[in-house]
């Protein structure tokens, strides 16, 4: 599934060929990508249809269109979800799942091979100091937001019983991680994901957080990271950050530190990569 540095490099990509834009036309071309929509097609595609793209914006996994009456078309990518710069006309490929025709001589298509991604047309709130669709209401500011106070978090997170992974991949405590980017936060820190969060230093846990800050802007540089086609850039592009992870899908492989092989073990139904002898 696409992390922050993923939906942020998608997010960027878009900006230039919307921003200002109008929507022309807005169809969607399976019922399945707007089943959050109270509405269904017919309501998301009044709804934006003729409005103008006066920002876009992210927290988290989620990214939106800011629209010129105050609402937003909220994104979310699921597995698989891409959004493609198209020529007007272009004819909607099999996984098509909406199109946004743009007065600017652009097209937007929202492919979803999967099908587990979505577009919602709603209302925007505060929340956490930001204004946000509905759908990013309740999930917490993500790393990268301006502002956001590491150690407060850091005592947070240290209320938790829970194993430290288990509270990173929580959106509900800090929103964009995934288990990729987990894992290469956890390995950096030379933290133990299978450790209780209330049993690491408040210290500890904010130098954890810190390196994520920074393994998501290095993932950020590079495009994010690709492991297939499903996730792209807008112009079909794919990140190339997995080139420089240094735990996630490395098993066998000698750790960048010490050498020791990194470990592939099972976590929350998921696979789990670290050093045994750095992250001990």
């Given at each position: 599934?696409?992390?922050?540095?993923?939906?942020?490099?998608?997010?960027?990509?878009?900006?230039?060929?919307?921003?200002?834009?109008r929507l022309d036309d807005v169809?969607?071309?399976?019922?399945?990508?707007?089943?959050?929509?109270?509405?269904?097609?017919?309501?998301?595609?009044?709804?934006?249809?003729?409005?103008?793209?006066?920002?876009?914006?992210?927290?988290?996994?989620?990214?939106?269109?800011?629209?010129?009456?105050?609402?937003?078309?909220?994104?979310?990518?699921?597995?698989?979800?891409?959004?493609?710069?198209?020529?007007?006309?272009?004819?909607?490929?099999?996984?098509?799942?909406?199109?946004?025709?743009?007065?600017?001589?652009?097209?937007?298509?929202?492919?979803?091979?999967?099908?587990?991604?979505?577009?919602?047309?709603?209302?925007?709130?505060?929340?956490?100091?930001?204004?946000?669709?509905?759908?990013?209401?309740?999930?917490?500011?993500?790393?990268?937001?301006?502002?956001?106070?590491?150690v407060a978090l850091a005592h947070?997170?240290?209320?938790?019983?829970?194993?430290?992974?288990?509270?990173?991949?929580?959106?509900?405590?800090?929103?964009?991680?995934?288990?990729?980017?987990?894992?290469?936060?956890?390995?950096?820190?030379?933290?133990?994901?299978?450790?209780?969060?209330?049993?690491?230093?408040?210290?500890?846990?904010?130098?954890?957080?810190?390196?994520?800050?920074?393994v998501l802007l290095a993932a950020?540089?590079?495009?994010?990271?690709?492991?297939?086609?499903?996730?792209?850039?807008?112009?079909?592009?794919?990140?190339?950050?997995?080139?420089?992870?240094?735990?996630?899908?490395?098993?066998?492989?000698?750790?960048?530190?010490?050498?020791?092989?990194?470990?592939?073990?099972?976590?929350?139904?998921?696979?789990?990569?670290?050093?045994?002898?750095?992250?001990?």
């Amino acid at each position: 599934m696409p992390e922050l540095p993923e939906v942020e490099s998608v997010r960027r990509g878009l900006e230039p060929y919307v921003l200002g834009a109008r929507l022309d036309d807005v169809q969607v071309l399976r019922d399945r990508a707007v089943r959050r929509q109270a509405g269904g097609a017919a309501q998301f595609e009044g709804w934006a249809r003729g409005r103008t793209v006066v920002g876009t914006d992210r927290r988290g996994k989620f990214l939106w269109l800011v629209l010129d009456d105050g609402s937003a078309v909220t994104v979310h990518l699921g597995m698989s979800g891409q959004l493609r710069i198209e020529h007007p006309g272009t004819a909607p490929g099999r996984h098509t799942r909406a199109v946004f025709e743009l007065g600017n001589g652009h097209a937007v298509h929202f492919n979803d091979q999967r099908t587990f991604g979505w577009v919602w047309a709603t209302e925007m709130v505060d929340s956490a100091g930001k204004r946000v669709p509905v759908p990013a209401r309740d999930i917490a500011p993500d790393l990268l937001e301006p502002g956001l106070d590491v150690v407060a978090l850091a005592h947070r997170m240290r209320r938790s019983r829970s194993a430290v992974k288990r509270v990173l991949l929580n959106q509900n405590v800090v929103s964009g991680i995934g288990n990729i980017y987990a894992d290469e936060m956890l390995w950096a820190a030379r933290v133990d994901g299978k450790t209780p969060a209330d049993e690491v230093s408040v210290r500890r846990l904010a130098k954890l957080l810190r390196e994520g800050q920074r393994v998501l802007l290095a993932a950020l540089d590079a495009g994010g990271t690709s492991f297939d086609s499903l996730y792209v850039h807008v112009n079909g592009e794919s990140g190339y950050f997995d080139r420089s992870l240094n735990a996630y899908g490395r098993a066998g492989q000698p750790c960048a530190r010490c050498g020791t092989p990194i470990v592939r073990e099972q976590f929350m139904n998921r696979s789990s990569y670290l050093c045994p002898r750095c992250q001990r």
